[in-house]
């Protein structure tokens, strides 16, 4: 038991935060409680499949907790708002006519893959962990108008990959 005990104190605040940026978003700022005990029961289901060498207890957390949020967001009876509005890049979210996921998995992949680091860095912030502009200027210690600017380049250059890829968005 303490051992449960300590799973949740040490993943708490990282699920939270993971979770509180995706309902934020998405307005639906008093659900963070219930999408963090849906997150606890998910890792407590899918834990047999956690490989440590495939990564980190924190990633597989993490990967866990963004997917739970996503999921809670774009449940019909909880939907308020587009999650990200006409930033929205849901393509992560899952196959956009794909009938294998792991053909789709592998689209993704390749475009992360083609990015550089800085575009990773801003993509992995505006994307995954759901930053609010002003949080990535402030992280990046660069101006609001640069994080605009550097972002709108990023999803031109995402959906150049994601036409080429054959995905019509």
Do not use: W
Not at 123 to 135: D, G, I, N, T, V
Request: hydrophobic share 40%; net charge positive.
């Amino acid at each position: 038991m303490k051992t449960d005990e300590g799973f949740y104190q040490r993943y708490n605040p990282q699920i939270r935060k993971i979770v509180s940026r995706i309902l934020n978003h998405a307005g639906l700022n008093g659900d963070i409680d219930d999408c963090v005990n849906t997150v606890f029961l998910d890792i407590m289901e899918k834990l047999s499949q956690y490989n440590e060498t495939r990564g980190t207890m924190a990633a597989f957390v993490a990967v866990i907790a963004r997917s739970a949020a996503l999921n809670y967001c774009k449940s019909g009876a909880r939907r308020k708002s587009e999650l990200i509005g006409d930033e929205k890049l849901d393509f992560l979210a899952g196959p956009l006519g794909y009938d294998d996921e792991t053909e789709f998995d592998s689209l993704v992949g390749n475009i992360i893959a083609r990015l550089n680091q800085k575009e990773r860095v801003l993509f992995s912030m505006r994307y995954l962990y759901y930053y609010a502009p002003e949080e990535i200027a402030a992280a990046l210690k660069i101006r609001r108008s640069a994080v605009d600017m550097r972002v709108s380049r990023l999803k031109s250059k995402i959906r150049s990959f994601l036409t080429k890829g054959g995905v019509i968005i």
